[in-house]
């Protein structure tokens, strides 16, 4: 069974710093796609940013230059660390697996962690 733990959240001021990561169980993270998702209240669910099957980051435009994803293998850990931080970033933050092939992500994303509240004051 897979499972996915979020520490991390919390509460800053604008442009300051969060990190997340997520535990996985098992080791998931090379086997995988992994992904961070935010959804804010009222709002569409999004996908921030991912990594694919060989290991690129990906991001949502509205990220770009501010977060960035990793994943470290040997510890079984994502982590997505936040810079320069808005109060449009406030948020429910989900990290996700999505199932794989060799070469390509399935896209449905079956595996959820419970999710980490993130909120940025003005």
């Known amino acids: 069974q897979v499972q996915l733990v979020e520490p991390g959240g919390g509460s800053v001021q604008a442009g300051g710093s969060l990190r997340l990561s997520c535990a996985a169980s098992g080791y998931i993270t090379g086997t995988y796609c992994m992904a961070w998702f935010r959804q804010a209240p009222e709002k569409e669910r999004e996908r921030v940013a991912g990594v694919n099957v060989v290991g690129t980051p990906y991001y949502e435009e509205s990220v770009k230059g501010r977060f960035t994803i990793s994943q470290d293998n040997a510890k079984n850990t994502l982590y997505l660390q936040m810079n320069s931080l808005k109060p449009e970033d406030t948020a429910m933050y989900y990290c996700?697996?999505?199932?794989?092939?060799?070469?390509?992500?399935?896209?449905?994303?079956?595996?959820w962690g419970q999710g980490t509240q993130v909120t940025v004051s003005s």
């Open positions: 996700a697996a999505d199932g794989r092939s060799p070469t390509y992500c399935m896209g449905t994303y079956p595996y």
